[in-house]
């Protein structure tokens, strides 16, 4: 097995379990399927197993890009590209009704996850989004209000994603030997109706500007955004309230107000 590059975040998936608990998450019979940092092909290999239509596979190691095309070199079915995920754009492969799946580099998880959740066209082309996360980040994805965890990646998730489905998965499932539980959470994409906002960069920038100064009150805050007239338009609001005693809604509506100035 090749060495894993710690800069890069790798630790490879050796459990056959945790590989089939990953894929039955999904019909990946006859989908079109997207494998963000597929490493040495130890999870692809189980993908394969069920059939996708096409697998694209994203990784940034020149060294395993090689290996994955020895590897695959008779699998017509499969394309690789030799590239860096964050930079690369995902919106332009992805095909209807398609799988985005991965193993994710723990040091650049939350940057992906929100790549995906700020794509340009939305509801998305791809139906099913399965990641595996450091667990500490995936509580504070997943988190609900009220709880310790909540905040600005909980509220940007929440807005476009639902949860399916997440298990924990054991540092022994791995090689190298990871000092930290992981998770496998599998979300699908949500058509958000009750809100509009237009750029997932202006809530992204709400919730940096409110939870920058966590245990002071919003009200300081709130006015770098609105003007009062504007803050006296979002009904029951608390300016007395700390950003974390605020629930997801009025960040929306924040961001909302914030977009129409």
């Known amino acids: 097995m090749k060495f894993a590059k710690k800069s890069l975040g790798q630790n490879f ?3 056959n379990n945790i590989k089939k608990k990953i894929i039955k998450c999904a019909n990946f019979k006859n989908r079109n399927v997207i494998e963000i940092g597929p490493g040495n092909g130890s999870l692809t290999d ?3 197993k069920n059939k996708p239509k096409k697998l694209i596979l994203i990784e940034k190691d020149f060294h395993l890009v090689k290996l994955l095309k020895q590897k695959y070199f008779t699998k017509k079915f499969i394309k690789i ?3 860096d995920i964050l930079k690369f754009n995902i919106e ?3 095909r209807k009704n ?3 799946v991965g193993n994710l580099p723990y040091n650049i998880s939350s940057q992906i996850l929100v790549k995906i959740i700020k794509f340009r066209k939305w509801p998305p082309k791809f139906s099913d989004l399965i990641f595996m996360f450091q667990k500490e980040l995936g509580e504070k994805i997943l988190s609900k209000y009220p709880s310790s965890n909540y905040g600005r990646l909980s509220i940007l998730t929440n807005y476009r994603l639902n949860l399916i489905k997440d298990f924990q998965v ?5 090689f190298p030997r990871p000092k930290v539980i992981s998770q496998v959470i599998h979300f699908q994409p949500k058509k958000n109706e009750m809100f509009k906002i237009k750029n997932l960069n202006n809530l992204e920038k709400v919730t940096n500007i409110l939870f920058s100064n966590k245990r002071k009150m919003i009200n300081k805050n709130l006015k770098k955004l609105l003007h009062i007239d504007e803050i006296n338009k979002i009904e029951h609001l608390n300016l007395n309230l700390r950003p974390s005693d605020l629930k997801p809604d009025y960040y929306y509506k924040i961001t909302e107000l914030y977009e129409k100035r």
């Open 170 to 174: 054991s540092r022994n499932c791995f």
């Open 81 to 83: 590209y030799n590239a």
């Open 13 to 15: 998936l050796i459990d």
């Open 92 to 94: 332009k492969i992805e």
């Open 98 to 100: 398609s799988i985005i």
């Open 46 to 48: 189980e993908i394969i």
